[in-house]
């Protein structure tokens, strides 16, 4: 009948079980630690065949700024997946709200900061207005995500058309271009738009692994049913999760017009499938409850590497398709192996480890 | 019994599925401080009438009183405000969570000053304060950072359980606690059942293990199609009779 909501009897002393005995067999169990052995040996692989072009800072460079605006919408995706939930709809809604970034900038004129700023508010916002319907959508009307985000996806993307009657808007204030776009962070040769997507990767980071609305997400994506049960807002959770996805693809919107001056409107029809593509590559599951924001940038980096690569060294670079293909059903195969050996009650010493694919008795 | 004010009480509880009375005017009560065995045949309603006076379930019909007055139980948060805790037979455990994280699911402790504030948590507070609470239940609970998925399934009931004691303040409600459990552990559930009876809480306890029944309850409820068809103190009764009333041979019987 104590009145404090604790657990009853006094502490005892601190547990040392929190220290897994083998730092180093822990750390090459997590997925997304064994997707970056792979993405190094990829690098590695290349540096060999092309010594004096691939690994050279103006190749890497590029393709740090290339993966950028990818990195702003895994973000969001990673998110959605923890959930055990998707987001098809990503595409269409950068597109959408580039469009309308880039209307309302035509309309303001001028190519002053002033002028961006409202671009980028008005991206931001329609992005998340279209997370937000998602959201509404999927959590309380209790449509599958998959149906509602394909239905955004075209809704977003042939809305975006009407707007322009299908012509690119190419009018773009220059300060977007001319910092965000091409420009470096002042006195080096880092991508502004590289350091801008970092900072907010790190930030979405901390608040996925470190913060009660991302336990809340990983609870929702594990047992949505008990969540509820303790009193967890699962409606509320999901349709925050859904609008942050949709806001991340409004700020990539306005990232893309900063980065190619135009709003690309056909140009983002491959993009949602490579975003869900490199989150899964980085370990975090389809089915929920599972997932690091490290392994995404991790699993954003494969495909970009291999296409980089591919190119410098002559190979067909749709090989890099084929190839991102294969790493991703890879992928998917180890997570059901660990999945299954979670399902059999032996835990830690069961976690599937890439050297346990190469021997088939265990 | 008659003079003290039941913790919680049911009165004509009705709910029906379709052609099915899952719950026919069915009433129940326990007091402070006291362990109610709740016993029947499968279908009896047992599970129904859980669900229900723990806010999992609507009623068509019936009244629940917690300490004397009328609540209305429509939320599992609306049960636990009052100290109503469940323990459930798939446990409601996050099994990509660890021990500590399912222990405070939906109650974390925030993080000190403005770190709390911006949604960081005490993680380390919670630890201890779950381990505690395990030490306190005589649990082994191998690992406070391992997800409970691929804990074994009397660790994951021993975290079920420890959860709901620690948050019980009135009525703690277990659907056959001792279901999965080995000799040992299943001692150290009957054992927890006491000592938080002892505590002032009252423990409603669904098993179909006679023996674990009547050594453990105060008083027996008896459920057959979906009333509550007999009350035994469970001093004076025994396990032919407990039967006997489950199977309907005892129709009209009992209190």
Same mark, same amino acid.
């Given at each position: 009948m104590t009145q404090t909501a604790a657990p009853t009897g006094v502490p005892v002393a601190p547990n040392e079980q929190g220290k897994a005995p083998n730092f180093l067999a822990r750390l090459t169990g997590i997925q997304s630690f064994q997707i970056l052995l792979v993405l190094i040996v990829i690098f590695l692989i290349f540096t060999l065949l092309a010594p004096t072009i691939f690994p050279n800072w103006t190749n890497i460079r590029q393709i740090v700024q290339n993966v950028s605006i990818l990195a702003v919408l895994g973000i969001g995706m990673t998110f959605v997946i923890i959930t055990s939930g998707i987001d098809l709809s990503i595409g269409s809604v950068l597109v959408f709200s580039g469009v309308v970034s880039a209307k309302v900038m035509q309309a303001i004129g001028g190519s002053g900061w002033g002028t961006a700023l409202v671009g980028l508010v008005v991206a931001i916002v329609v992005g998340l207005l279209w997370g937000l319907l998602n959201g509404f959508l999927i959590a309380k009307a209790k449509v599958p995500p998959l149906i509602v985000t394909l239905g955004t996806l075209g809704a977003a993307l042939g809305l975006a058309q009407v707007i322009t009657n299908g012509v690119d808007i190419r009018e773009v204030p220059t300060v977007l271009t001319d910092t965000i776009g091409y420009g470096n962070v002042v006195g080096t040769t880092i991508p502004l738009i590289s350091l801008l997507a970092l900072v907010i990767v790190v930030i979405f980071g901390i608040i996925l692994h470190k913060t009660k609305f991302g336990l809340y997400t990983f609870a929702v994506g594990s047992n949505e049913e008990a969540a509820r049960r303790v009193g967890v807002k699962v409606d509320r959770q999901l349709i925050s999760i859904y609008a942050l996805s949709g806001a991340l693809a409004g700020l990539a919107g306005l990232l893309s017009l900063s980065q190619y001056g135009t709003t690309a409107i056909a140009g983002q029809s491959q993009t949602n499938l490579n975003v869900i593509a490199a989150v899964v590559i980085g370990g975090t599951s389809i089915f929920g409850g599972l997932g690091t924001m490290f392994g995404t940038m991790v699993g954003l980096f494969i495909p970009a590497v291999l296409q980089n690569g591919f190119v410098i060294i002559g190979?067909?670079?749709?090989w890099q398709q084929v190839a991102v293909g294969a790493v991703l059903v890879a992928a998917v195969f180890i997570d059901q192996r660990r999945r299954a050996a979670a399902a059999r009650g032996s835990g830690s010493k069961s976690k599937v480890s890439l050297s346990s694919l190469w021997t088939r008795k265990k | 019994m008659t003079s003290t004010i039941p913790i919680l009480e049911a009165r004509g509880l009705t709910r029906s599925f379709g052609a099915v009375r899952a719950l026919d005017h069915v009433d129940f009560d326990i007091n402070a401080g006291e362990v109610v065995a709740l016993i029947g045949d499968n279908g009896a309603g047992k599970s129904t009438l859980v669900k229900a006076l723990s806010g999992n379930l609507a009623l068509d019909s019936g009244e629940i009183r917690y300490a004397g007055g009328v609540v209305d139980l429509n939320s599992t948060t609306a049960a636990s405000k009052l100290g109503i805790e469940t323990v459930f037979q798939d446990l =409601? #455990? =996050? !099994?990509? #969570?660890n021990p500590a994280q399912n222990m405070f699911l939906g109650r974390e402790i925030p993080a000190p000053g403005v770190l709390g504030k911006l949604g960081f948590l005490d993680t380390k507070a919670m630890r201890l304060r779950s381990k505690a609470a395990f030490d306190d239940l005589g649990a $082994? +609970?191998? /690992? @406070? $950072?391992? !997800? +409970?998925?691929? @804990? /074994?399934g009397g660790q994951r009931q021993a975290i079920a359980i420890a959860r709901a004691v620690a948050w019980a303040k009135g009525v703690i409600f277990l659907d056959e606690p001792t279901a999965a459990l080995g000799v040992v552990q299943t001692k150290n559930v009957l054992e927890t059942i006491r000592r938080v009876r002892d505590k002032g809480v009252g423990v409603v306890f669904i098993s179909h293990n006679m023996p674990n029944v009547i050594e453990v309850a105060d008083r027996v409820q008896v459920l057959r199609l979906g009333r509550r068809i007999a009350t035994f103190e469970a001093k004076k009764t025994n396990m032919e009779e407990l039967v006997a009333a489950m199977t309907g041979a005892l129709d009209g019987a009992g209190a």
């Open positions: 190979v067909q670079p749709f | =409601a #455990l =996050a !099994p990509h #969570l $082994t +609970v191998r /690992s @406070m $950072t391992d !997800p +409970v998925g691929g @804990m /074994s």
